[in-house]
């Protein structure tokens, strides 16, 4: 068993009613991981995602073994039949199944390079690992999707619902750098899964995802008017999908507000952070009694428990 995407999952409100179990009793199931490893190795930084998934391993009894390859490990390559007489000190098909020996988990973070939408589309990192390793592959952020993220998203909506079928909306912000499209593109696979829930994505004209991931989604243009009854808003910054990479639009109105939000029904904001206050979201919505940021990166620990809870029942 992998977990590579949200749809991996066969049936999403069960998964959620299962992590909120486990939050309930999280070392109930020490015993589970006795004698096993989980392997983590990021191409990218990360906080929340490394600690909260290595507590999960933890509070399973697994051993962790964590490696960047940023700084610690030789520069991968990733094509087959290649002549390796540049940069690239060692393929991925050793890598791979040099790390399956020793660990019986592999956990992979590999950002999008947000230059070629082709290669990154592809998935370069996981694919490999996919295709060499011989243990179960997890998905801590690949270039397109974050799935352990999405079913954090997932039970912190189930926590919070006060209606049968509320509305949430996934709005589109400012921010001076191009970002990954993955939190955004899971959040997407995840709501599809979702019944009962009213889904609106809102974003300038030029920023719309995949046609292929989006497809069937309503999309509305005026951030203002999505916004209205709104019982979640989740907000994130994504890059141009067609100018792929690029920020074509810095536009300030589109931040976040007190002022915006009021226009919600009484409406929770989510983000999955590190988010850059005042540019995103203003200082008051982020502070305010609303804000369920610091809960969702809470259930980042209890998503990936579930999913390696999961695989160790399989393996």
């Known amino acids: 068993m992998n977990y590579i995407s949200i749809k991996d999952i066969d049936s999403l409100s069960k998964w959620v009613k299962s992590a909120i179990k486990i939050k309930k009793d999280p070392l109930k199931n020490k015993k589970l991981g006795k004698n096993k490893t989980l392997g983590m190795l990021f191409f990218n930084p990360s906080l929340r995602t490394r600690l909260s998934t290595q507590k999960a391993a933890l509070n399973l009894g697994m051993n962790v073994m964590v490696m960047n390859f940023s700084n610690e490990g030789w520069t991968l390559e990733f094509e087959d039949g290649v002549v390796m007489n540049s940069g690239a000190s060692e393929h991925i098909k050793e890598a791979a199944e040099v790390v399956s020996q020793y660990c019986d988990i592999i956990a992979i973070r590999a950002f999008a390079g947000l230059v070629d939408k082709e290669k990154d589309y592809q998935e370069t990192v996981i694919s490999g690992f996919l295709k060499y390793a011989t243990v179960p592959i997890v998905n801590m952020e690949s270039a397109v999707r974050h799935p352990l993220q999405s079913l954090a998203d997932a039970i912190t909506m189930e926590e919070h619902k006060t209606k049968h079928k509320p509305k949430v909306v996934l709005s589109w912000a400012p921010h001076p750098k191009a970002l990954p499209q993955a939190v955004a593109n899971s959040f997407v696979e995840m709501m599809q899964m979702q019944e009962d829930m009213d889904f609106v994505i809102t974003h300038p004209k030029g920023y719309e995802l995949s046609p292929e991931i989006t497809e069937g989604c309503k999309i509305e243009y005026d951030q203002n008017k999505a916004f209205e009854n709104a019982d979640f808003v989740y907000v994130k910054n994504w890059s141009n999908f067609n100018d792929y990479g690029k920020v074509t639009n810095s536009d300030p109105n589109w931040t976040v507000t007190a002022e915006k939000m009021a226009l919600t ?51």
């Open 265 to 315: 029904n009484n409406g929770k904001f989510m983000h999955c952070l590190p988010v850059r206050r005042n540019v995103i979201v203003s200082d008051e919505v982020l502070d305010g009694e609303n804000s369920i940021v610091i809960e969702q990166a809470n259930n980042r620990t209890y998503s990936a428990q579930l999913v390696l809870q999961k695989i160790l029942k399989k393996i």
